[in-house]
């Protein structure tokens, strides 16, 4: 028999709740591409405002262009 008391993980509640991030600010470095990229589109989805620092500028931006006002 199910237990529904049981609390959901952390990582089951970030997933039920995809703002639970807001008001956070983090850094990527590396965040213009390839794995960083991925981590600043997770934290922004999570509302999460990311600064990007990488040494690749122009394709931080282009990043920062798509992804809106918490880039
Ligand atoms: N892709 C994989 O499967 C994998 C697996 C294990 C480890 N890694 C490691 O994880 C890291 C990222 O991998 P990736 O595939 O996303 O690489 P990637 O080359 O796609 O992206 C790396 C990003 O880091 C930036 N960068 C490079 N030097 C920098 C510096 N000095 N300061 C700031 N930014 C800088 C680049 O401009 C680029 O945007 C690498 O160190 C890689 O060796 C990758």
Redesign the pocket.
């Known amino acids: 028999m199910p237990d529904d008391n049981k609390q959901p993980s952390p990582a089951a509640a970030i997933l039920h709740n995809p703002r639970r991030l807001e008001g956070m600010v983090a850094i990527v470095?590396?965040?213009?591409?390839?794995?960083?990229?991925?981590i600043v589109r997770a934290f922004v989805h999570h509302g999460v405002v990311v600064v990007v620092?990488?040494?690749?500028d122009a394709?931080?931006q282009a990043l920062a262009a798509v992804l809106g006002p918490h880039v």
Do not use: K, P, Q, V
Not at 29 to 38: D, L, Q, V, Y
Not at 53 to 56: L, T, V
């Open positions: 470095t590396g965040g213009s591409r390839g794995i960083g990229e991925a620092a990488d040494i690749d394709g931080g």
